[in-house]
């Protein structure tokens, strides 16, 4: 369970994908003054370097960050990418060549306005000390944040409903433990009792096996007998093939008026930039 380690991924497609739709939800969101409660129940490490050995070892971030950055003066951006690159070459100690990455802690914290709360869980015994100095280095302002060392999938519900009725949880397991698939449909089975009008934002991996490949209609089948709505981003950037990782998916429920749009955007553009031997390809449906 605790073999995976997000700093070998950091800033490679998925992440642009899963961060893009991410700060476009919460900027959305944040078109009501309401307080928004930010849940991120598997946080990672929060910020990754980029020439660590962890990085280094796999590049993924140069088949995904680090190329849209290079080419981004080639296109015209939409507002969603031009707003999360701003974002990463802005970072503290950023350098030119983007050895810093933010991972969604970073993002949620960036975003969060002063009337927002921040709950982040992770439970590797190594990313969630990262996590506690990396949150400490930020010499955050008085904000209403917890991090806390625990499953993130039975420790949500704890934080539902949130005060202000309204929040975002993003669910963002790694699914190397195959039980996570069932994990993440029973954690919103659960939520959806307590917070059925909540923004869950679901990250998956597309792969050719059996269990990732049904994800998807387990998770509409969910959304249809709860009524809820629903939106689904897909990005692949390359072949998909039996071993690493081509493409992945976004699940959002609930999603905020107008992402759709926002998203409609972005997602030419991210596939026409990160395909590989043009290999590329985007999906993009809702459901309201
Ligand atoms: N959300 C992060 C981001 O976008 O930067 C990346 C998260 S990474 C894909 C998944 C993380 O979940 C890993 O750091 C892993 O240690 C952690 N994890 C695994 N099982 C968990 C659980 N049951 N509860 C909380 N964290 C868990």
């Known amino acids: 369970m605790f073999s995976y380690r997000h700093g070998f991924h950091a800033g490679n497609h998925a992440d642009v994908l899963k961060h893009i739709t991410l700060l ?10 309401t307080p928004l409660m930010l849940i991120d129940t598997h946080a990672g490490a929060g910020i990754y370097n980029l020439k660590d050995r962890f ?16 080419q981004a003066n080639e296109h015209s951006l939409s ?14 100690n950023q350098t030119k060549d ?18 927002d ?6 439970l590797h015994p190594s990313d969630f000390p990262d996590l506690k100095s990396n949150l400490e280095s930020l010499r955050l302002r008085r904000q209403d944040i917890k991090v806390e060392e625990t499953n993130g999938f039975l420790a949500l519900k704890a934080y539902l409903p949130p005060p202000s009725r309204r929040g975002l949880i993003l669910i963002d397991p790694s699914y190397e433990d195959k ?10 089975q659960d939520a959806f009792k307590r917070f059925s009008t909540g923004v869950y934002v679901i990250w998956y991996p597309i792969l050719s096996r059996l269990d990732a490949k049904d994800f998807p209609d387990r998770l509409k089948k969910l959304c249809l007998e709860h009524q809820l709505p629903w ?15 081509s493409a992945s998916g976004m699940w959002v429920i609930n999603p905020p008026w107008q992402l759709k749009e926002s998203l409609q955007k972005d997602l030419p553009l991210l596939q026409e930039i990160l395909q590989i031997d043009g290999a590329g390809h985007y999906h993009l449906q809702s459901f309201e």
């Open 24 to 33: 476009s939800c919460i900027e959305l969101l944040h078109k009501k003054d």
């Open 55 to 70: 990085a280094q070892t796999s590049d993924e971030s140069s088949e995904g960050i680090l190329k849209l950055a290079k």
């Open 79 to 92: 507002d969603g990418i031009r707003a999360y690159l701003e974002l990463i070459t802005q970072l503290p």
């Open 98 to 115: 983007i050895e810093i990455y933010p991972g969604s802690p970073y993002l949620l914290w960036q975003s969060m306005r002063s009337q």
């Open 117 to 122: 709360k921040l709950r982040l869980m992770e």
């Open 179 to 188: 039980g996570d698939y069932h994990q993440v449909l029973q954690s919103l």
């Open 231 to 245: 939106l689904q981003a897909e990005l692949r950037i390359k072949e998909v093939t039996e071993s690493g990782l």
